[in-house]
């Protein structure tokens, strides 16, 4: 069974940073491309970043490039998303997902990520 399960979420102010984990199981990790989606309160879910499975194709959403960086140690079951710069547009529940450049997919329950002065 797939498990997903996110950290790391919290109340930051606007221009910081803050570090979501993703700790995977279930499934053979480094076998698959990964991805972080993220859905505000009352909209849809929206892609954010995916990396590929030895991290040497990463993509990201418009919204997001240049200040997201997203990251997987394979050894560890392991995916990350540094978040710099943020906006208070960031603020959603961030879930990550076995998915490739999609929402589509198993994903966890997510870490909330609320950006406030």
């Known amino acids: 069974e797939v498990q997903l399960v996110e950290s790391g979420g919290g109340l930051v102010q606007p221009g910081g940073s803050l570090r979501l984990s993703c700790a995977a199981s279930g499934f053979v990790f480094s076998s698959y491309g990964m991805s972080w989606v993220r859905q505000a309160p009352g909209k849809e879910l929206e892609w954010v970043a995916s990396?590929?499975?030895?991290?040497?194709?990463?993509y990201y959403a418009d919204s997001v490039k240049g200040r997201f960086t997203i990251s997987r140690d394979n050894a560890k079951n392991a995916l990350y998303l540094q978040l710099n710069s943020l906006k208070t547009s960031d603020t959603a529940m961030y879930h990550c997902?076995?998915?490739?450049?999609?929402?589509?997919?198993?994903r966890g329950q997510g870490t909330q990520v609320t950006v406030s002065s």
């Open positions: 990396i590929s499975v030895s991290s040497s194709n990463i």
């Open positions: 997902a076995l998915a490739w450049r999609t929402v589509e997919g198993a």
